[in-house]
């Protein structure tokens, strides 16, 4: 008995610690399940991430078939480097010019919403966590990642936020970000912005969860199904003896 106990902690533990590191993090409230979310989002992958990142195990075809889309509307609309309707997605930019250009190529981010700590709420929050820093390269920093190298790509979406330091003793820390100069969209249409372009990369990380999870439903129903039938052919074995 007190082996079992000493295994379920060692199982529960480090759930906890998890949940406990990722406290911070604001939930994403993502949906693969909603296509039209789905759509929107490979819309502003493509607009606003494909110039750098690539989606290096996605297929176009496969994006037609998982987002209800056609041929010709993926080659319309999300298709930008007239590739083959069967080739992954790659960046326009070039690995030699993106070293040329930034020191080194942008990572895929085939599975940025599921590698990462926190899965798609990390990759939303991230989104919304860039500031003005001109310490950095780049002239933006992140909360999130802090001095990642990226530039804040959608900050005339977003607009511009910069830090509120936190007083005290010792290093500076951020407390939290305000928004000095609005974007072009206003903070809820940028939450939803950001909610669908993560919704999307978290497809992107495991597109089968897309049909898993229709599939679970009908093996729950036939789970319920073949218990109820179990328990009616120990009632009929049984009827005599009780």
Request: hydrophobic share 45%.
């Amino acid at each position: 008995m007190t082996k079992r106990l000493f295994a379920l902690l060692l199982a529960v533990l480090p759930l906890a610690a998890f949940a406990a590191s990722e406290v911070g993090l604001k939930p994403s409230y993502a949906n693969i399940n909603d296509q039209a979310s789905l759509q929107r989002g490979a819309t502003h992958f493509m607009d606003y991430c494909a110039g750098c990142h690539s989606l290096q195990y996605q297929r176009y075809s496969r994006l037609a078939k998982d987002l209800g889309l056609s041929e010709d509307q993926v080659n319309a609309y999300l298709n930008r480097n007239g590739a083959k309707f069967a080739e992954t997605v790659v960046a326009s930019m070039t690995p030699g010019d993106a070293t040329a250009w930034l020191g080194k190529a942008p990572p895929d981010l085939s599975l940025v919403a599921r590698n990462k700590p926190g899965g798609a709420d990390w990759t939303y929050n991230f989104l919304k966590s860039f500031y003005v820093d001109e310490s950095q390269a780049a002239g933006w920093n992140n909360l999130i990642l802090p001095n990642a190298s990226m530039p804040h790509v959608l900050w005339e979406l977003q607009g511009i936020q910069r830090p509120v330091y936190a007083s005290g003793e010792g290093a500076a820390q951020v407390a939290h970000l305000e928004l000095t100069s609005p974007g072009k969209l206003s903070v809820d249409e940028y939450d939803a912005f950001a909610r669908d372009l993560t919704a999307f990369l978290q497809y992107v990380g495991e597109p089968a969860a897309l049909e898993r999870e229709s599939v679970g439903v009908w093996v729950l129903l036939f789970l319920v199904f073949l218990t109820l039938l179990t328990w009616l052919l120990k009632h009929e074995y049984w009827r005599d003896v009780h």
